[in-house]
T-cell receptor, first 115, second 112 residues
């Protein structure tokens, strides 16, 4: 069964500092990987996705993520954090075949930004 | 182009009651998935509907059921509500065969 682990429950960074949120997945074949962001009381917005090809993917709002098969990781990065980036971030995986396209999410990382 | 819409926004029910939540998919999407997000946790997959049939189901009891209509909109029904059913219920839609899902704003269900 597929699973996702986000080791950091909370992260606090200063505005303007760089950011890296960790994500580790477990899936037998090549996974489809996603990062979503959720503001308080809101739905999920897709930041970026990896399906195949270039392992460094660019997303919206200046975010990027790198797929590392050898480490089963898909970490999210941003070079300079803005106060508006404070939110909950979720990594998710889906597979093909019998797994269909159901998403399995990690527990999330809450990002706080210090002025 | 309207995105995924859900109704109602908030709902308060009593234990043992039944509830129906509604979802309209993004234009052009015909697959609808439902997720439950308990407070402080990541969303969990409930089930997915395509061509008016349940195609996949997560680890949820039969108290959770759904329906998809010919216009691709969908309902989630929960019977015999428990306190533990209190959560944000998210609907997501996608194109046929696509792994990219678009989420609605959710319905916040509180069971007292």
């Amino acid at each position: 069964a597929q699973s996702v682990t986000q080791p950091d429950i909370h992260i606090t960074v200063s505005e303007g500092a760089s950011l890296e949120l960790r994500c580790n997945y477990s899936y037998g074949a090549t996974p489809y990987l996603f990062w979503y962001v959720q503001s308080p009381g809101q739905g999920l917005q897709l930041l970026l996705k990896y399906f195949s090809g270039d392992t460094l993917v660019q997303g919206i709002k200046g975010f990027e993520a790198e797929f590392k098969r050898s480490q089963s990781s898909f970490n999210l990065r941003k070079p300079s954090v803005h106060w508006s980036d404070a939110a909950e971030y979720f990594c998710a995986v889906s597979g093909g075949g019998n797994a269909g396209n159901m998403l399995t999410f990690g527990g999330g990382t809450r990002l706080m930004v210090k002025p | 182009d309207a995105g995924v819409t859900q109704s109602p926004t908030h709902l308060i029910k009593t234990r043992g009651q039944q509830v129906t939540l509604r979802c309209s998919p993004k234009s052009g999407h015909d697959t609808v998935s439902w997720y439950q997000q308990a407070l402080g946790q990541g969303p969990q997959f409930i089930f997915q509907y395509y061509e008016e049939e349940e195609r996949q189901r997560g680890n949820f009891p039969d108290r959770f059921s759904g329906h998809q209509f010919p216009n691709y909109s969908s309902e989630l029904n929960v019977n015999a509500l428990l306190l533990g059913d209190s959560a944000l219920y998210l609907c997501a839609s996608s194109f046929p065969g696509s792994h990219e899902q678009y989420f609605g704003p959710g319905t916040r269900l509180t069971v007292t």
